[in-house]
Nanobody, 115 residues
Framework: QVQLTESGGGFVQTGGSLRLSCEAS????????MGWYRQAPGEQRELVAF???????NYGDSVKGRFTIFQENVRKMATLQMNSLKPEDTAIYYC?????????WGQGIQVTVSS
């Protein structure tokens, strides 16, 4: 089994920054990729950022140029640096990991950006 522990959410004003971290534990190798999705009230879950093999990254269009994802600690931790935050970034952010062709999700963490 794989467990994902998320941390770092919270409340910030427009233009501020937050950093989200997701650490995988359990039977975690090999990790194909890790990343973040988000879901705002009444909206579908959408891709924020994903990193594969510690190198290949994919970002949602709305966050390109503002958010950066990277892996560390022998690839079992994924960190999302979020800069220039906007009110429309307000959502619950979910960590996702792909391990042995299965998807695993974290519990979700709230990010709120005030205008």
């Amino acid at each position: 089994q794989v467990q994902l522990t998320e941390s770092g959410g919270g409340f910030v004003q427009t233009g501020g920054s937050l950093r989200l971290s997701c650490e995988a534990s359990g039977t975690i190798y090999p990790i194909y990729g890790m990343g973040w999705y988000r879901q705002a009230p009444g909206e579908q879950r959408e891709l924020v950022a994903f990193i594969i093999g510690g190198r290949v990254t994919n970002y949602g269009d709305s966050v390109k140029g503002r958010f950066t994802i990277f892996q560390e600690n022998v690839r079992k931790m994924a960190t999302l640096q979020m800069n220039s935050l906007k009110p429309e970034d307000t959502a619950i952010y979910y960590c996702k990991a792909i391990v042995r062709q299965r998807d695993y999700w974290g519990q979700g963490i709230q990010v709120t950006v005030s205008s």
